[in-house]
């Protein structure tokens, strides 16, 4: 193999190492966005779930407080 040939074959060897940590890092990065977008879809959807259930613990909590007076 002459030298020209050599160097070639380093920089094709090269360039294919660094095209595979590209993809491997382009694809870490959709991840990371779709996690993002997740985490911003679910604070909005349990937000309004959020108040509801509230509501009806504080009804709860009083009934509680009653049976134990009209046991005494």
Do not use: F, G
Not at 2 to 24: P, V
Not at 38 to 58: D, W
């Amino acid at each position: 193999m002459s030298k020209t040939a050599k160097a070639i074959a380093k920089l094709t060897t090269n360039i294919a190492k660094l095209t595979e940590r590209k993809n491997k890092i382009a694809a870490e990065i959709n991840t990371l966005r779709d996690q993002r977008t997740a985490l911003k879809v679910a604070p909005a959807v349990a937000a309004p779930v959020a108040p509801k259930a509230k509501p009806a613990a504080k009804a709860a909590a009083p009934a509680k407080k009653a049976k134990p007076a009209a046991k005494k």
